[in-house]
């Protein structure tokens, strides 16, 4: 678990740019971010803000065009993608809007999958989160014999069965209906307070940033 002393996530100055067949177009324009060990903040802003854009940089997917980004002690900006990639593997999960299981995989396999390769897969571990996202009964299914709801409830486990500090999630309700997306949100949102992770989401949804401990809104390249 992380201590609310340490600073998970720190951002100074963040910019970003992306070149276009009209030119260059700034994304990020001198975020500022300051994340603490087990807190929960939601990022809002309209559509094309660069709230994506923000999380990939958090989650070394991409690296910023200047300023200080440091996640969970690694410099962002100057670490190899090898270095990234490893952080990425070993101490960040991320949930995604398409959920991104692999189909061939079963439920069970699939819950597993990045604590295996992170090293730390815990059988006992991956059983109470299966118990805690009502997916007991389902572990010898595959993704496409499960619903929408069931599908993220899936990709939350994974992201969450080898105890990283940091999660991402990236518009995680954006494909479920109103009520399923709620329950999944708050269901995410009970596991990783349960657990002391840092959550950073990306929401359109006011109603799930509430939920968080806090909410910042990116707009014109900024955080407010």
């Known amino acids: ?18 070149g276009t067949a009209g030119g260059t177009v700034a994304v990020l324009n001198g975020v500022d971010l300051s994340l603490r060990g087990g807190e929960s903040v939601a990022v809002t802003g309209e559509s094309g803000s660069g709230k994506s854009t923000l999380l990939h940089l958090i989650g070394g997917l991409d690296v910023p065009d200047a300023g200080a980004l ?11 993608d090898r270095a990234r990639a490893a952080l990425r593997r070993d101490r960040i999960g991320m949930v995604f809007q398409q959920f991104n299981l692999i189909p061939s995989l079963t439920v069970a ?17 991956v ?3 299966a118990a805690a996202l ?4 389902l572990m010898g299914r595959y993704p496409e014999q499960l619903s929408g709801g069931q599908q993220q409830r899936v990709a939350i486990g994974r992201a969450l069965a080898g105890q990283p500090p940091l999660v991402l999630a990236d518009e995680p309700t954006g494909n479920l209906d109103e009520a399923t997306g ?6 995410m949102l009970s596991l990783v307070r349960q657990q002391g992770t840092t959550l950073v989401l990306v929401t359109h949804s006011l109603r799930l940033a509430a ?11 900024r955080l407010a």
């Open 70 to 80: 440091t996640v969970l002690g690694t410099d962002l900006r100057t670490a190899a």
């Open 109 to 125: 396999a699939n819950l597993a999958f990045q604590a295996r390769l992170a090293g730390r897969h815990d059988p006992a571990r």
């Open 134 to 137: 009502g997916l007991s009964d």
């Open 1 to 18: 678990m992380n201590s609310r002393d340490a600073e998970v996530v720190s951002a100074r100055g963040i910019t970003k740019a992306f």
């Open 211 to 221: 939920l968080c401990d806090r909410r910042v809104h990116l707009s014109a390249g």
């Open 182 to 187: 709620d329950a999944v949100a708050a269901l």
């Open 127 to 129: 059983k109470a989160l």
